[in-house]
């Protein structure tokens, strides 16, 4: 479990995790709402070098943005909860890009086998806890780097 204080130093954490993934990682951010997903992933768009402003695709479900080396696909599946829709999601898995997906849930049948899921939970108004986990050998061992590496005060 990593504790996060701060906005600064959810940056950090975001660079930790950036420095470690390859071409074709998917992440899945679970929180409630307002737990900072989707600042976590301005974040990894920033260390990506994404110089475009990323914000919550809610409405468009998915948002692909050009990185310095890699893409950024940043997808919000929250409208999609109850839907049957195929709107290509297993095309961006293939991708050579990060791809980000906040409320993965509701496409759970969908997500690919190996995947980092990362779980933000709420302390106080700034505070939060991040708890990562690994599916797959290349994801269990980002963890280990991630908690390793990243050391709060």
Not at 49 to 57: D, F, L
Not at 98 to 117: A, G, K, M
Not at 124 to 145: D, F, P, S, W
């Amino acid at each position: 479990m990593i504790t996060i204080n701060n906005l600064d130093e959810l940056d950090q954490f975001a660079n930790v995790l950036v420095r470690h993934l390859k071409p074709g990682d998917v992440i899945l951010l679970n929180g409630d709402l307002g737990a900072g997903k989707t600042t976590l992933t301005q974040f990894i768009g920033k260390h990506l070098g994404v110089k475009r402003n990323i914000n919550s695709p809610t409405f468009n479900i998915i948002k692909s943005y050009r990185g310095s080396h890699l893409k950024l696909h940043h997808m919000d599946c929250y409208r999609l909860e109850d839907s049957d829709e195929d709107l290509g999601f297993e095309e961006y898995f293939q991708d050579e890009g990060i791809t980000v997906i906040e409320w993965s849930q509701f496409i759970y049948d969908l997500l690919p086998e190996e995947r980092l899921i990362i779980n933000i939970d709420t302390v106080n108004e700034t505070q939060r806890t991040i708890e990562l986990n690994g599916i797959g050998t290349h994801y269990l061992n980002v963890k280990e780097e991630v908690e390793s590496e990243f050391i709060t005060d």
